[in-house]
């Protein structure tokens, strides 16, 4: 104590207590991928996407991958293999294992074991920079619902590759800039939906005649965020809990897209095959019958717009942040008052027949063309009739 500076014992004492923790010491940090079986745990992601490209030297087995969009081959670990990262001059050994699945629903589930960690310091490294990396990311992904029986509530991702952009989208531009504006506000807005104990989430109702870009502007609105698309087929949905369950296990900053609204119910084709498959079609029953089959399906049709309700409104609100979902319906008039309350949808986008605007966009588009004598005998004739952008295209 005497002799040696403070800093040069405690220099001393670190290194000491380092090198017995490191003989003596070891802890293992286990990280699900969900938390409660159903939320997915952020660090796991971020653990995941941190350490994809680093590859040890003495690993033997790699994955390679030339994803679409990419000239580069990505290299990546395969599982049960170790990951040794070292952060301030602390050796950490990861490794992705494959628990065996304790009941389907969590098939896809794994754990990452940390070994000799930095709780304070790494983790929230590991959560900076995975951030860091995911704002990188170049491509957007398109998620469906799996049509496996089995693990019918995960999501299966492609690659979304859609051109459609705002630019090359034909629609009045005052439509567009407002669109463009309403995105730009509700992105920065996130202290101000706290404020007002609002979910981060905005909703928007794509309503007209088929052709007219709803699915183009979905693309659009995708590519200008930078966001990545669910799209939910209600038809594929069994229940409330099934939808529940696919709903919390989507992510933040993506566009929960679903279309044809009015259809989900099919209310009437399902009356046809009840009368059809009924035994007592041809009895003198069949009256009674088909009338409480009728009821039945009447019921069944309002539980299903509660659920709907419910889900835009309650749960699915609640359960993620920077959410916008879309509705699609080429009969806005079908739809169930309530649903269209603000709140729940907060824009109705009209797409409509092509104007002189759009079809201008279209012919640059397609053609190159910015100019034409004939642009004015096109300006009289599409006032006169209904030409959706589809067809112009086409
Ligand atoms: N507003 C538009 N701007 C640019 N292209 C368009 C537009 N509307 C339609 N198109 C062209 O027509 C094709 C079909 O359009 P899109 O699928 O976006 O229409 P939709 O309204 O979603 O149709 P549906 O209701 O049948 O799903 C697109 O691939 C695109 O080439």
């Known amino acids: 104590r005497q002799y040696l500076p403070d800093e040069v014992s405690s ?94 629903e969590l098939c896809n589930n794994g754990n990452y074991i940390i070994k000799e960690t930095v709780l304070g310091t ?131 900053k993506s566009i929960l897209v679903v279309e044809d609204i009015d259809c989900c119910t099919e209310l009437q084709d399902r009356s046809a095959q009840a009368r059809t498959a009924s035994p007592y079609w041809h009895s003198p029953r069949r009256d009674l019958m088909l009338q409480i089959r009728n009821l039945i399906l009447f019921v069944e049709r309002i539980l299903e717009t509660f659920g709907l309700l419910n889900f835009t409104n309650g749960l699915w609100s609640s359960s993620g942040d920077e959410r916008i979902i879309v509705f699609t319906t080429n009969h806005k008039d079908r739809l169930d008052p309530a649903l269209l309350r603000p709140g729940r949808m907060d824009v109705h986008i009209h797409m409509s027949y092509c104007t002189l605007c759009g079809f201008k966009i279209l012919a640059s588009n397609y053609l190159g063309i910015t100019e034409h004598p004939l642009f004015s005998e096109v300006e009289e004739l599409i006032e006169q009739t209904k030409v959706t952008p589809a067809e112009v295209a086409e």
């Open 11 to 104: 220099y001393f004492d670190q290194k000491f207590k380092n090198f017995i923790a490191r003989i003596y010491s070891e802890l293992t940090l286990v990280i699900e991928e969900y938390d409660d079986g159903l939320n997915r745990n952020k660090l796991f992601k971020a653990a995941k996407l941190c350490l994809e490209p680093k590859i040890p030297p003495n690993v033997n087995r790699i994955k390679i991958n030339l994803p679409k969009k990419e000239s580069e081959v990505s290299l990546s670990v395969e599982k049960n293999q170790a990951v040794v990262d070292v952060f301030n001059g602390v050796r950490l050994k990861w490794k992705f294992e494959l628990k065996p699945a304790p009941d389907q």
């Open 122 to 252: 790494y983790i929230p490294h590991i959560l900076k920079k995975s951030k860091e990396l995911s704002k990188k990311k170049k491509t957007l992904k398109l998620f469906t619902l799996s049509s496996n029986r089995i693990n019918h509530d995960t999501w299966q991702s492609a690659i979304l590759d859609h051109p459609s952009t705002f630019d090359t989208l034909a629609m009045v531009t005052d439509m567009k800039k407002m669109i463009m504006d309403d995105l730009e506000r509700f992105l920065k807005r996130k202290d101000y939906y706290r404020r007002v104990g609002k979910a981060w989430k905005r909703g928007y109702l794509l309503f007209g005649p088929l052709g007219t870009g709803k699915s183009s502007l979905i693309a659009a609105m995708a590519n200008y965020l930078h966001f990545d698309v669910y799209d939910l087929e209600l038809s594929s949905v069994e229940g409330n809990k099934h939808l529940r369950k696919v709903l919390i296990a989507t992510e933040n």
